[in-house]
């Protein structure tokens, strides 16, 4: 089963994160988020509603959500209208009647404004959540950005199913996370209606507006892959992005069928620098789609996003299978030995020097050698210890275990244990917690 930190059953703002401690909130467990958004891209200006539906996990007379800058209108609770107060990021609603351990309510919070991206300490190269760029609308909310369009319980250890109704002027196109379900016109206004029926962390979530065309193509088995493509693009992005049904194929015969309803990428029209695997929907800039970048973003569906971290300390348990998983498949892609590949890593990070991946501080979050590569070397050294039968028994026998809900290093050191042994356990834990990193067990030396 996924593990997850025991659930708080008093209120509180935060679930206790190790690098976030005001991430999530104590006292419910969220089961659906409704957002409707009308969105006026010219004014970057937002007029909406987010409505929770939520189980209490204890006796609340207040509860938290997480939201940052906006102005709230009202707040109602099962339909009845609660005092709210904020501070900073923390929203605490105040109830007219209190809630009882078990029962299910709604919150509904109206609000509007212009949404502002927030500093992260994860992320120093780029506030996170709500941005307009070039006339384009986007959101990149990883870890702590979703607070910044709509209220939230902002953790992964509570996912939700979500429904997205999105108005904006007919003139732009209107793109989000999940299955495009309907799309009406009037006056003028085009609104479009998104459904995420699997569980989804909230950072996970996206929006974009633009002037965009969607492409459709599929996999093999059938799987919908629509694409987001500023309007006259070359058409080489289109070759380009048909390298994504192979690495979801390649995929699903490591780790098991692709865990969405839907996949597919959008291309900003500008440089954005990075890539992002929201869930169904990677972002990626025009110069961020050659076939690792896909890949990785792709990987990320399965490990990430269908299981993911119960804490952010975890996170090589994210991008160090990305990368991994990443480079399987651009090896496999290019016809290359991934030994030589895993040397090659290898023997840059003995020059760079990389911190151990078990061991990082919240600024160390996304630390390419820390915990892509040092990470993907930790992998690639167990599977030169287990050989290659036992190694993907193990990371799909993971992946089984965490898929719709979290995981953490414990849990996936349990079934190294299992499926190997104790001396593959040390070595995987050498590789995640030793200040020097360890030999390589095979390939190439220097
Ligand atoms: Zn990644």
Same mark, same amino acid.
């Given at each position: 089963m996924p593990t997850a930190p025991p659930e708080p059953v008093e209120p509180s703002?935060?679930?206790?994160? *190790?690098? @976030?401690?005001?991430m999530g909130n104590g006292g419910y467990d969220v089961l659906h988020y409704d957002i409707d958004l009308d969105i006026t891209p010219s004014a970057n200006a937002l007029d909406a509603v987010t409505t929770l539906t939520a189980v209490a996990t204890g006796d609340l007379d207040t509860f938290n959500l997480d939201f940052h800058g906006l102005e709230v209108e009202t707040v109602a609770v099962d339909g009845v209208e609660a005092e709210f107060s904020r501070d900073g990021s923390e929203m605490t609603v105040h109830l007219a009647a209190a809630i009882s351990s078990g029962a299910q309510f709604t919150v509904a919070v109206a609000y509007s404004g212009i949404p502002q991206p927030v500093a992260d300490p994860g992320v120093p190269f780029f506030p996170v959540g709500w941005h307009r760029t070039d006339g384009m609308v986007y959101t990149v909310s990883?870890? *702590?950005?979703?607070m910044t369009w709509y209220p939230n319980?902002?953790?992964?250890t509570d996912k939700a199913t979500f429904t997205f109704q999105i108005t904006v002027p007919d003139s732009v196109t209107a793109a989000a996370t999940g299955l495009l379900a309907d799309e009406t016109s009037a006056d003028g206004q085009t609104t479009t209606t998104w459904h995420m029926d699997d569980p989804m962390a909230t950072y996970l979530a996206a929006v974009y507006v633009g002037d965009f065309e969607r492409h459709e193509q599929q996999t093999d088995s059938g799987l919908l892959i629509r694409d987001y493509i500023p309007r006259? *693009?070359?058409?080489?992005i289109l070759r380009d992005l048909a390298v994504a049904p192979n690495a979801i194929a390649f995929f699903e015969e490591i780790?098991?069928? @692709?865990?969405?309803?839907v996949y597919g990428t959008i291309v900003t029209p500008?440089?954005?620098g990075f890539a992002l695997e929201n869930q169904t929907l990677s972002i990626h800039d025009? @110069?961020?789609?050659?076939p690792y970048i896909i890949a990785h973003e792709a990987a990320h569906q399965w490990?990430?996003?269908?299981?993911?971290?119960?804490?952010? *300390?975890?996170i090589w348990l994210h991008e160090g299978f990305a990368h991994y998983l990443g480079l399987l498949f651009v090896a496999d892609f290019h016809g290359q030995n991934i030994e030589s590949v895993m040397s090659g890593e290898y023997r840059d990070l003995v020059v760079t020097g990389a911190s151990p991946p078990g061991g990082i501080t919240v600024q160390q979050l996304f630390d390419p050698n820390a915990v892509y590569r040092r990470g993907a070397l930790t992998l690639h050294a167990l599977r030169t210890h287990t050989g290659d039968d036992v190694f993907f028994d193990i990371l799909r026998t993971h992946y089984d275990q965490a898929a719709g809900g979290t995981t953490n290093t414990e849990l996936f050191l349990g079934i190294v244990y299992d499926l190997a042994d104790a001396e593959a356990v040390s070595l995987v834990e050498s590789w995640l917690y030793d200040p020097e990193m360890p030999g390589i067990v095979s390939g190439p030396t220097l």
């Open positions: 703002a935060g679930v206790g994160d *190790s690098f @976030y401690p005001l990883q870890p *702590s950005g979703a319980n902002n953790h992964p006259d *693009s070359d058409p080489s780790l098991g069928p @692709y865990p969405f309803d500008f440089p954005l025009r @110069y961020g789609i050659d490990m990430g996003n269908s299981a993911t971290v119960d804490d952010w *300390s975890q």
